[in-house]
Each structure stands twice: as C-alpha cells, then as structure tokens.
C-alpha cells in the first residue's frame, strides 16, 4: 500500500490508515429517490452521512452523483479536498456522525419540485486528519453543524443544487 514517496508508518499508524483507506460505505436510505419532500431530505441526510466515508477512503463517486457540481460549490471543494487528501497518502481516521434533519419544505408554494432541507450534525470528537507521514494536523473538536440544502428534482432523482454549513 505504500507509494514511492511516501514515508514509512509505524505499524499502528499503517494500520489506522488501512482501517481509514477500507471503510464500509453507508448504505443509501430506502425512499431517498421518492418524489417526494421525505425524498429529499433523504438525499441530503446521505450526503451529510457519506461525508466521513468520502474523507476516510477517498472515494467521491456516490457522493458527486448527489449533487450538481455546477451550483453546489460546498460538495465539489469537499470531494476536490477528499481525493487530494487521499492521493497523497493523508487519510482522516474513521467517525460517525449522527444528523437529524430539522425541516423539510418546498421552496415554491406550486410545489415545483425545489425544495429546502435542513439537517443538524452532531460531529463527535476525537477524529483526526493525518499527514501521510502519521502527523496529526486537525483533531476534531465534536459540535454541531447545521447544514442547509436545497434541492430540485431532475428527472428520477433529488439533486442538491446548493448547501450552505452555519457552524
């Protein structure tokens, strides 16, 4: 697993990035292509679920088709971010996060299809972002993180056209 350049791990911190690089992708909620605001809100409760995962193992690909990378700024520079990180051998240790989507509406009173989603995520302590060297460089502090999408519907899917993160 190690890469011409790339320093040499202990074996604890070989195995953490192995543990990191080999996380189970979460599985999508059933109901989450529904057209329906329950729908919706399950497309951006998995986009905030797929997070530790896309950190973790570099792989971006079921979180990019979640959201149009022409309008939602928040999900190309987090995926951009993961698959830098990645190739160069950093890794973000495994964590869970527990969300809760607040709200849900339509954003039109036609009921158009674009719809508003609001989602709290409880970030728990104690994961850590390694350089590909082992160095810690961020130890997560735990918090809340109050995410804001919004979606519209194309064709049998939610897409997210814009997420907004309030601290």
């Known amino acids: 697993m190690e890469s011409a350049g790339w320093p040499e791990l ?3 911190l070989a195995q953490a990035r192995l543990d990191a690089w080999t996380m189970p992708q ?3 909620p059933v109901g ?3 057209d329906s605001l329950d729908g919706a809100a399950k497309t951006a409760l998995y986009f905030c679920q797929l997070g530790p995962y896309v950190n973790a193992t570099g792989d971006t690909e079921p979180f990019d088709r979640l959201y149009d990378s022409e309008t939602c ?4 520079e987090f995926s951009d971010n993961a698959r830098s990180n990645h190739a160069k051998g950093n890794w973000i240790d495994q964590w869970n996060v527990t969300c809760e989507v607040v709200l849900s509406e ?3 009173s036609d009921e158009s299809g674009q719809v508003k989603v609001n989602i709290l995520d409880e970030e728990h302590p104690g994961a850590q972002a390694h350089l590909n060297d082992g160095r ?3 130890e997560g502090t735990g918090g809340t993180v109050n995410f804001l999408f919004e979606l519209e519907r194309r064709n049998s899917d939610w897409v997210i056209t814009r997420c907004q993160v309030e601290q």
């Open 32 to 34: 989450m292509g529904d």
């Open 26 to 28: 979460p599985p999508a």
């Open 73 to 76: 700024q928040f999900g190309l």
């Open 10 to 12: 202990s074996p604890e």
């Open 136 to 138: 810690v460089i961020k």
């Open 106 to 108: 339509h954003l039109d």
